[in-house]
């Protein structure tokens, strides 16, 4: 485990310590993670009709999906850094303002190459908001609130993508597919001018990232591709392909050397926030794998339809909305890790009793099991950021923050392709499911391991020395005799 490193932030004036909680600016920032969550999964329900119109191709048409979601997973981490650098308030205008508009350019692109396009500097804003939205609500509460407000963050992002495919199908019966990019221009529209209101300006000049950032996004764009690569190739073109994921290894060793890094750098040398970082990783990794095999067991094992696999996977969000709001108050009533791990025991307990995944079970008995996950990923999500915030010095509050949430994109990315690897072992059959949920078991079981070992070096840090007994008492001599 890395040693714990203090990083002192320079003083904020003396009315810091007072600073009064803005619940609006962290129900403005839960409300934009909603967005940019929704838009990944509201298109997907309209690609068919998207290439019919079009008059595209398949593979054309999924770039409408995926153009989104890689800068997205690519972009976040250097985008935590810019921020940082930058006026606040001018990045909120210029992030929300540039999602509504590429929103807008989307949903009246004439052609497939605009709307790619479109799509492309979409996700690029969206990393904006992915990195700046945690910042916002840590910054505009109290260390004692900030279990509450990162409570909002973490579920309302996963609240976006769970509503994705349910709204986008509504709008695409009802108005057309141009809807699911339109329908967050208003929004947008809404949430730019209460932003402008109640989120203070820091006075830093705008400027553009330089050369060394994007060389810095070019070398973690390198690394994705190389592990996603390597993982969803092997199991249709063999094991060998694996190897592919090792270009990640010097494309992150020269990451490591670049200058404009040092500050993640600095802030993963903190104890609190390595340990959320990769709980965070494992956590969502697990989780995303545990998503990717339920529905093929509802839908080719149980035979249900994809109405029923869907009501019965909402389960799991739907427990997540209840226990939110009992993990951010517990996070600070207490302390936000033993919560955070508390929540990890609980999804682990969630994916083991999945993982036998009978044949004569029925819908309710999944989704009440998914419930025990989404229990436990509420009282976990906000609590283990909390803890990492609480530890981020406030000039770095962003960079904190696109650390923790590149963590969690690309947990969320690698999920399906190690799952599909690990069933594919198995020739696509139950038992490669179950492998795949024990896979999934493993990883959450090493995510409340991490963070129980985080706790207990923490709190041997914290305790106290105590002086060894001795015989008799120590005679303490003047400074002037032992001189």
């Given at each position: 485990m890395?040693?714990?490193?203090?990083i002192?932030?320079p003083?904020?004036?003396?009315?810091?310590?007072?600073?009064?909680?803005?619940?609006?600016?962290?129900?403005?920032?839960?409300?934009?993670?909603?967005l940019?969550?929704l838009e990944?999964?509201?298109?997907?329900?309209?690609?068919?009709?998207i290439?019919?119109?079009?008059?595209?191709?398949?593979?054309v048409?999924?770039?409408?999906?995926?153009?989104?979601?890689?800068?997205?997973?690519?972009?976040?981490?250097?985008?935590?850094?810019?921020?940082?650098?930058?006026?606040?308030?001018?990045a909120?205008?210029?992030?929300?303002?540039?999602f509504?508009?590429?929103?807008?350019?989307?949903?009246?692109?004439?052609g497939?190459?605009?709307?790619i396009?479109?799509?492309?500097?979409q996700?690029?804003?969206?990393?904006?908001?992915?990195?700046?939205?945690?910042?916002?609500?840590?910054?505009?509460?109290?260390a004692?609130?900030?279990?509450?407000?990162?409570?909002?963050?973490?579920?309302?992002g996963?609240l976006?993508?769970i509503?994705?495919?349910s709204?986008g199908?509504?709008?695409l019966?009802?108005?057309?597919?141009?809807?699911?990019?339109?329908?967050?221009?208003?929004?947008?529209?809404?949430?730019?001018?209460i932003?402008?209101?109640?989120?203070?300006?820091?006075?830093?000049?705008?400027?553009?990232?330089?050369?060394?950032?994007?060389?810095?996004?070019g070398?973690?764009?390198v690394?994705?591709g190389?592990?996603?690569?390597?993982?969803?190739?092997?199991?249709?073109?063999?094991?060998?392909?694996?190897?592919?994921?090792?270009l990640?290894?010097?494309?992150?060793?020269?990451?490591?050397?670049?200058?404009?890094?040092r500050?993640v750098?600095?802030?993963?040398?903190?104890?609190?926030?390595?340990?959320?970082?990769?709980?965070i990783?494992?956590?969502?990794?697990g989780?995303?794998?545990?998503?990717?095999?339920v529905?093929?067991?509802?839908?080719?094992?149980?035979?249900?339809?994809?109405?029923?696999?869907?009501?019965?996977?909402?389960?799991?969000?739907?427990?997540m909305?209840?226990?939110?709001?009992?993990?951010?108050?517990?996070?600070?009533?207490?302390?936000?890790?033993?919560?955070?791990?508390?929540?990890?025991?609980?999804?682990?307990?969630?994916v083991l009793?999945?993982q036998?995944l009978?044949?004569?079970?029925g819908?309710?008995?999944?989704?009440?099991?998914?419930?025990?996950?989404?229990?436990?990923?509420?009282?976990?999500?906000?609590?283990?950021?909390?803890?990492?915030?609480?530890?981020a010095?406030?000039?770095?509050?962003a960079?904190?923050?696109?650390?923790?949430?590149s963590?969690?994109m690309?947990?969320?990315?690698?999920?399906?392709?190690?799952?599909?690897?690990?069933?594919?072992?198995s020739?696509?059959?139950?038992?490669?499911m179950r492998?795949?949920?024990?896979?999934?078991?493993?990883?959450?079981t090493?995510?409340?391991?991490?963070?129980?070992?985080?706790?207990?070096?923490?709190?041997?840090?914290?305790?106290?020395?105590?002086?060894?007994a001795?015989?008799?008492?120590?005679?303490?001599?003047?400074?002037?005799?032992?001189?």
């Amino acid at each position: 485990m890395t040693q714990s490193r203090e990083i002192t932030p320079p003083p904020n004036g003396p009315a810091e310590p007072r600073q009064r909680n803005s619940w609006a600016v962290v129900l403005t920032a839960g409300l934009i993670s909603f967005l940019v969550m929704l838009e990944i999964n509201v298109v997907h329900v309209a690609l068919p009709v998207i290439q019919r119109e079009l008059g595209t191709t398949q593979g054309v048409t999924q770039w409408v999906a995926v153009g989104y979601l890689l800068p997205a997973v690519i972009l976040v981490l250097p985008c935590g850094r810019w921020l940082d650098q930058i006026d606040r308030r001018t990045a909120y205008a210029f992030a929300v303002g540039g999602f509504g508009l590429t929103s807008l350019a989307a949903g009246l692109a004439p052609g497939i190459e605009t709307l790619i396009t479109a799509r492309v500097i979409q996700g690029v804003f969206a990393s904006l908001i992915f990195a700046m939205a945690p910042a916002l609500a840590a910054l505009a509460v109290r260390a004692d609130a900030q279990g509450r407000a990162m409570s909002v963050i973490a579920t309302m992002g996963p609240l976006g993508a769970i509503t994705g495919p349910s709204l986008g199908g509504f709008l695409l019966d009802t108005i057309g597919w141009r809807a699911a990019f339109l329908v967050v221009v208003p929004v947008c529209a809404v949430v730019l001018p209460i932003g402008l209101r109640t989120i203070p300006a820091t006075g830093k000049a705008f400027r553009l990232p330089d050369r060394e950032w994007l060389v810095a996004a070019g070398l973690i764009a390198v690394s994705v591709g190389a592990l996603l690569g390597g993982i969803s190739l092997a199991p249709d073109r063999g094991p060998a392909w694996v190897l592919l994921s090792l270009l990640a290894v010097p494309a992150l060793l020269l990451w490591h050397r670049l200058g404009t890094n040092r500050p993640v750098l600095d802030l993963l040398r903190t104890r609190e926030i390595s340990v959320a970082a990769l709980a965070i990783v494992t956590g969502s990794l697990g989780y995303a794998m545990l998503a990717f095999i339920v529905p093929y067991f509802l839908l080719q094992v149980l035979d249900t339809s994809a109405a029923v696999a869907g009501l019965t996977v909402l389960a799991y969000p739907l427990a997540m909305a209840v226990f939110a709001p009992l993990g951010g108050t517990l996070a600070d009533r207490w302390a936000p890790g033993p919560v955070a791990l508390v929540g990890a025991l609980l999804v682990a307990t969630s994916v083991l009793l999945v993982q036998p995944l009978a044949s004569d079970w029925g819908p309710v008995d999944l989704a009440w099991r998914l419930a025990v996950g989404g229990a436990g990923t509420a009282l976990f999500g906000g609590p283990v950021q909390a803890m990492a915030m609480r530890a981020a010095p406030r000039p770095l509050a962003a960079t904190a923050a696109g650390t923790l949430q590149s963590g969690r994109m690309l947990g969320f990315t690698l999920g399906p392709a190690v799952a599909t690897a690990v069933w594919a072992a198995s020739g696509h059959s139950v038992p490669g499911m179950r492998n795949a949920l024990t896979t999934s078991l493993t990883i959450a079981t090493l995510t409340a391991v991490v963070l129980a070992a985080g706790l207990l070096l923490t709190a041997r840090r914290a305790r106290p020395a105590v002086a060894p007994a001795v015989a008799e008492p120590i005679e303490v001599m003047p400074e002037k005799a032992l001189d």
